[in-house]
């Protein structure tokens, strides 16, 4: 158990990959076989990160990993400094955080898939580029070095993409494939050019290193621009959101949680370039007030936006575009005040993070739901579907535990952490709570609407209750959601608060690990 | 116990089940104190549309998708006109957006201390 | 001989004029051609900056006296393109399906996912 822990770093990145690039070949023995063996290497996954995470909240500091070195990470120059050369893995409380994040998304989505293929070929290379993706955000959550957060951002982007447009006989998903590649990469080019104008002023691609010597000259404000925009659009932020619904839209059901776990793993790249990268070198009520800004835009032109459209995964799309809006505003406010320190931004920080998990928990409860209602009604519209209440109890159940949660009624975790972000952002300024909490009434709205047109109504004939494959992640899902909202003061003290704080306070602690004192 | 304390207030949720059930108890005991005799699945279960009969297809009164919510869109016209021909779903009207926001955030990074 | 900053100033010509390409021109694979430029002047920025002026190859066997260029930034580049090379790949399969399904590569056209 002690082997797993000290290489479950790397093992998570690893194992996944692996079973990526192994999954056609397994696949050749059956379907049986190929879902038995992704099952398998998914909960091994899970596992890993839940031992990583249980020993990095009892660390109290951040875990180095170092890949390919026993003897220390220095290689000593002729001056005598010691320069780290090697890539590190660097998992502090928050990195830990994300990727139990990522494990509890990955393993719904998975599990989900396996039914949702039961009827179609094809699946081999599906899961194949599933477990790619979710090897590829592990690693974008899991590294401490900028040009290695790259590549993962690069490999997420193309088993994204290609889980996209894998439909190819379906016409707007090669649309959509288009699209949100075109834009992923340039994203990305211009993360790694940022990376490179780093690399060429400071002399090191480590996070640790380049954090003790990164001030605020041009070249870094240029390079905090590029970085700071590039991952907004990632995560989806306003106005750099009109990917996201085409994403969310075309790729399969199941797919979209996970893609969900992708923007989610983007929003933590920006974040910790924000606050250890950058730290308070450049004036963070510049960049707190510039992370509102894009939170206000999200959370209103999201969920607005949200109430008029006519398909469903577009629908549900908007309001995962809106709920990043909540996250951006909880961070923002903590980052605008992080100089100064009052209480109410340590708690922002709080909601925005714990908002995270809760966005990922029932976002892809309504991303698989709504697989589930597309499957039963065999249409996408909502002005053409109706009445799956009468036979489809189950589900209808989760999609309404999902909706409640989402838009923030108690006693749901939706509220938990949508409370602490009102309360901490309307001391920084009352319109952003008056905002915020709008949009969640408006956010509602809108699952009444989707409600009442796909699951109210005349019984329609020959709609069965879904499959069990397909119901029992959303079960596990649902529970996830109802326990984080009955007992939020566990999970906060035990895994939000030890998160937030990393990046609130812990950006010395984070250099110290791998620098030294 | 394991609630949750921002600066102002505090969410128990525990607390908040307990009220419920508590409100449900006294809302299931004032039920028990009505009359016994009313049963499902005849004439006293149907519904009242004014003398006249249920239509025999239903389906025509389902309230739709985009019926549901008109008078609010309506009411948000001006809004919704300008931002959705906003959202047109060409490639480059994106990257268009995407270099603008970059321009937008050199200029206050270059502006702030 | 001293390059100064020539080849700076030809990566952001690059960068720019792929960005140009990408914001400017409606067809898809002049898209994706922009993409490619920008990617190309990104890559020359990078090795361009572990050029040592009068520097030799990074390679310590048989190696005469004198600086050497810095090795990480072709690592990366090396990285960055064949990262660069799979994007493109996927970009173009993604325009061949575009084509088949709607029968033209104007991106002006190709917007059925609006709204």
């Not at chain 1, 001391?427 to 009434?441: E, K, T």
């Amino acid at each position: 158990m002690n082997a797993l822990t000290v290489h479950a770093p790397v093992l998570l990145v690893a194992v996944p990959l692996l079973g990526a690039f192994a999954t056609p070949l397994v696949g050749r023995f059956g379907r049986s076989a190929r879902n038995v063996f992704v099952g398998s290497v998914i909960l091994f996954t899970g596992a890993l990160a839940g031992l990583m995470a249980a020993h990095v909240f009892g660390l109290g500091e951040p875990l180095v990993y170092v890949l390919g070195g026993a003897d220390g990470f220095g290689v000593p120059l002729p001056s005598g400094m010691q320069v780290p050369v090697r890539i590190l893995f660097e998992v502090d409380a928050m990195s830990a955080f994300m990727a139990l994040i990522t494990a509890l998304v990955a393993l719904a989505g998975t599990w989900y898939s396996f039914s949702y293929w039961r009827e179609r070929s094809g699946g081999d290379l599906y899961h194949s580029l599933l477990l790619l993706l979710t090897a590829g955000i592990f690693g974008m959550e899991l590294t401490g070095d900028m040009f290695n957060f790259f590549v993962f951002l690069e490999v997420t982007s193309i088993a994204a993409c290609g889980l996209i447009g894998f439909r190819v006989w379906l016409k707007h998903s090669q649309e959509a494939g288009f699209k949100v590649m075109a834009l992923y990469t340039l994203s990305g080019i211009l993360v790694l050019l940022a990376v490179g104008l780093l690399y060429g002023e400071h002399g090191g691609l480590n996070i640790a290193y380049l954090a003790s010597r990164v001030g605020g000259s041009l070249v870094d404000r240029i390079a905090l621009g590029l970085l700071l925009t590039g991952l907004a659009m990632k995560a989806g932020a306003v106005p750099l959101h009109m990917w996201a619904p085409d994403a969310y839209g075309e790729a399969p059901a199941p797919t979209s949680a996970v893609l969900v776990a992708n923007s989610q793993a983007s929003l933590y790249g920006l974040f910790r370039i924000l606050f250890t990268l950058y730290g308070a070198t450049v004036s963070v009520g510049a960049l707190g007030w510039i992370l509102i800004a894009f939170a206000l835009l999200t959370i209103a032109v999201g969920v607005t936006m949200a109430l008029v459209q006519r398909d469903i995964k577009r629908l549900i799309a908007y309001s995962a575009v809106s709920q990043i809006g909540y996250m951006l505003l909880g961070v923002g406010v903590g980052l605008a005040v992080s100089v100064a320190r009052p209480e109410f931004g340590r708690t922002a920080m709080h909601g925005g993070i714990f908002h995270m998990l809760n966005d990922a928990a029932c976002i892809g409860l309504l991303f698989l739901a709504s697989g589930a209602v597309i499957r039963a009604s065999g249409t996408r519209d909502l002005n053409k579907m109706g009445g799956l209440a009468h036979r489809m109890g189950w589900t209808t159940g989760f999609f309404l535990i999902g909706a409640l949660a989402l838009a923030g009624v108690p006693p749901l975790n939706g509220f938990a952490s949508k409370f602490l972000i009102y309360e901490s952002s309307f001391r920084l300024s009352p319109i952003l709570a008056v905002i915020a909490i709008l949009a969640s009434i408006m956010l509602l709205a809108v699952f009444v609407k989707v409600f009442q047109a796909a699951f109210l109504g005349p019984p329609p004939d020959g709609v069965t209750e879904t499959p069990t494959g397909m119901l029992v992640p959303m079960a596990v899902l649902a529970v996830a959601v109802v326990l984080l909202g009955l007992f939020p003061g566990f999970f906060i003290d035990r895994l939000v608060a030890p998160a937030a704080d990393a990046l609130w306070s812990g950006r010395d602690i984070y250099i110290r690990a791998i620098l030294g004192g | 116990m394991n609630g949750i304390s921002s600066g102002f207030g505090a969410w128990n949720p525990i607390a908040w089940v307990l009220l419920f059930a508590g409100v449900f108890a006294i809302a299931a005991l004032v039920r028990s104190l009505g009359r016994v005799d009313s049963k499902r699945n005849t004439g006293q279960s149907k519904v009242f549309l004014s003398g006249n009969d249920e239509p025999a297809d239903l389906r025509g009164l389902h309230v739709r998708g985009d019926h549901l919510y008109w008078g609010m869109v309506e009411g948000l016209a001006g809004y919704y006109r300008r931002v959705r021909a906003l959202h047109t779903g060409v490639i480059t009207d994106y990257v268009a957006w995407f270099v603008g926001v970059l321009g937008l955030v050199f200029v206050i990074l270059a502006l702030v201390r | 001989m001293n390059v100064g900053n020539v080849p700076f100033v030809v990566a952001a010509l690059l960068v720019v004029l792929g960005l140009y390409t990408f914001l400017f021109k409606r067809n898809l694979i002049k898209l994706v051609i922009g993409i490619s430029l920008i990617e190309t002047g990104v890559n020359l920025f990078l090795v361009a900056l572990g050029y040592r002026t009068a520097g030799i190859a990074p390679i310590y066997t048989l190696a005469p006296a004198g600086r050497m260029v810095l090795p990480t930034p072709q690592a990366l580049t090396l990285t960055s393109i064949v990262i660069g090379l799979a994007t493109t790949a996927l970009l173009l399969s993604f325009a061949v399906f575009v084509y088949r399904h709607y029968g033209t590569l104007d991106a002006g056209k190709i917007k059925e996912l609006q709204g």
